[in-house]
């Protein structure tokens, strides 16, 4: 890779971004600028409209003021240029048919309209599966404000990503600024490649010399960032825990949204589980987040008492009925880190696709209170798909971080496997 700031193959190596899923059925990508969502992923647009998804286009300004000094006619009629520029790529890319809104908000005043490009946004974003937009941490204040936009549009079942621009020549990549940790990466293809290069040659507005004669906005030295064939993403996590709200919702009507009774896959999760449980049986097992109740069956029969609990009525409702055999179990309306869902003196805690769902600082408090509940040699079990929900502020593998790294836990079972996440630990 060869680039202006020495040092990005490098980091590239060194942090091995995990790759994009480009399987979306309605990606809403949205730009800043015309160009933006070319130069950072037109790759990984085109990939998901060859997988059947459907991508759509919001662009905020026509990037009428590229040239500062530039008349007021001379504006409006680079901007009317700029769209169709745009158009002209998005052929050359063959996602010709992709839906482009264009919000006409002024080029380089978008951090004083940042709450107006909120609105427009929000019905743009309502039904969409995941929102790519410019990554708040790009040093451009239009990028940056677009950003902050879309994340506060976007709603709690859209993955959220970002993508950067001006980070590649203007930032180095050992600035502590960079998401490193939540980066991911698209790779393209030769045909791919041959695309993309078409599609950048279509903005000739912004390769040609300033018509001033100065340098383009996009010079070969920054061009060559947009032409290794791998474009750069930031997953975007939640700050704050997924409200309760989204999980009543998708309980609606008595569904099973993840598909607890009738999947293999949470079948086989409940059959590692009873086998990684160290003991044979335990007196009082706590288990936040017991959903339709199928875990919690299981547990009843491990346990001479389980305290269950989940967010929502109908979880609750559910798991009455799934647990009515068993005197032993009690369930109840409680969401962490509410303490009512660990309660004092357990010597075991069941989180199963849970704690993920929770902030850092929630889970943090939920540690804190795993330690104070359970007794002493208590056990605690972490399982996770190794995914990333939506509505989740972190991944299994740094959720579960969180607890393998505190003293008052030693870690003795781990089970590492394509689908799910699983550790036992005990309490000091």
């Not at 204040?141 to 709603?155: F, K, L, S, Y």
């Not at 009690?330 to 869902?341: G, H, K, N, S």
Request: hydrophobic share 45%; proline share 9%; aromatic share 6%.
């Amino acid at each position: 890779m060869t680039a202006t700031v020495p040092g990005w193959a490098e980091a590239l190596a060194m942090h091995a971004p995990p790759a994009m899923d480009p399987a979306l059925a309605r990606l809403v990508v949205v730009a800043a600028h015309p160009d933006d969502e070319t130069l950072a992923a037109a790759g990984f647009l085109r990939a998901v409209h060859a997988a059947g998804g459907t991508v759509e286009l919001v662009v905020a300004t026509d990037g009428e003021a590229a040239f500062p000094d530039a008349a007021p006619a001379d504006r409006a009629a680079l901007g009317r240029t700029r769209r169709a520029e745009l158009h002209a790529a998005l052929d050359a890319l063959g996602v010709g048919d992709t839906r482009v809104t264009w919000l006409g908000l002024p080029d380089s005043g978008l951090a004083d309209r940042e709450d107006e490009l909120t609105d427009a946004l929000a019905p743009l974003l309502r039904s969409a599966d995941a929102c790519l937009a410019p990554w708040t941490g790009d040093p451009h204040p239009d990028h940056a404000a677009a950003g902050r936009a879309a994340e506060r549009a976007a709603p709690v079942r859209a993955h959220r990503f970002a993508y950067p621009i001006w980070m590649w020549p203007w930032m180095r990549p050992d600035d502590p600024a960079i998401p490193w940790s939540t980066a991911c990466e698209h790779r393209l293809d030769e045909s791919a490649r041959r695309a993309k290069a078409a599609a950048v040659e279509r903005f000739a507005s912004q390769l040609a010399p300033a018509p001033d004669g100065g340098p383009p906005i996009l010079p070969p030295d920054v061009l060559t960032h947009f032409a290794t064939g791998r474009e750069l993403f930031f997953r975007v996590p939640r700050p704050d825990s997924a409200p309760a709200a989204r999980f009543a919702d998708l309980y609606t009507g008595g569904a099973d949204p993840w598909e607890t009774r009738t999947s293999w896959y949470e079948e086989r999760k409940r059959t590692i589980v009873a086998a990684c449980l160290p003991h044979r049986h335990y007196a009082h097992a706590a288990e936040p987040g017991c959903g339709l109740g199928g875990l919690t069956r299981v547990l009843a029969g491990r346990c001479d008492a389980v305290t269950a609990s989940d967010y929502t009525p109908a979880a609750v409702a559910a798991t009455h009925d799934a647990t009515s055999g068993f005197p032993g179990v009690r369930v109840l309306e409680a969401a962490l880190p509410d303490l009512r869902a660990v309660p004092d003196g357990v010597d075991l805690v069941v989180l199963s696709e849970v704690l993920y769902y929770l902030s850092p600082a929630d889970v943090d408090a939920v540690t804190d209170r795993l330690a104070h509940a359970l007794v002493p040699g208590g056990d605690v079990l972490l399982a996770h798909w190794r995914g990333w929900p939506a509505e989740a502020p972190q991944d299994a593998a740094a959720t579960h971080r969180r607890l393998l790294d505190d003293p008052r836990f030693d870690l003795l079972v781990e089970h590492v496997d394509e689908e799910f996440l699983l550790h036992v630990l005990r309490r000091s």
